[in-house]
């Protein structure tokens, strides 16, 4: 859990947030996020990309440059 949450400033580097508090918001853990929401959080709605993983890697980049 991140200690800025209870200041209520947040906790994220940039604008995409994991949806679980106490999911650091890693590259690692958004590549897992993508290839797998539901092994993250179990019952969303996100489905599986059933990406390959050239495609996880190009797509993990390229969401890790958004602020
Ligand atoms: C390659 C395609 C996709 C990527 C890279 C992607 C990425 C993401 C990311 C990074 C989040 C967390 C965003 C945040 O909380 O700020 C997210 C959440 C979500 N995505 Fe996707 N997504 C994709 C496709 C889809 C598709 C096709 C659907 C639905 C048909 C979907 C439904 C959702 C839902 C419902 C959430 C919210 C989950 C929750 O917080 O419980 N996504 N997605």
């Not at 604008?15 to 092994?39: C, F, H, M, Y």
Request: a negative charge; hydrophobic letters at 35%; glycine letters at 4%.
């Amino acid at each position: 859990m991140c200690a800025a949450r209870s200041a209520d400033v947040g906790c994220e580097s940039s604008s995409i947030r994991l949806p679980s508090g106490s999911v650091q918001n890693t590259p690692e853990n958004l590549r897992k996020w993508i290839a797998d929401p539901n092994s993250m959080k179990p019952g969303v709605l996100m489905p599986p990309m059933h990406l390959n993983d050239h495609d996880l890697d190009v797509i993990t980049a390229y969401l890790t440059t958004l602020h």
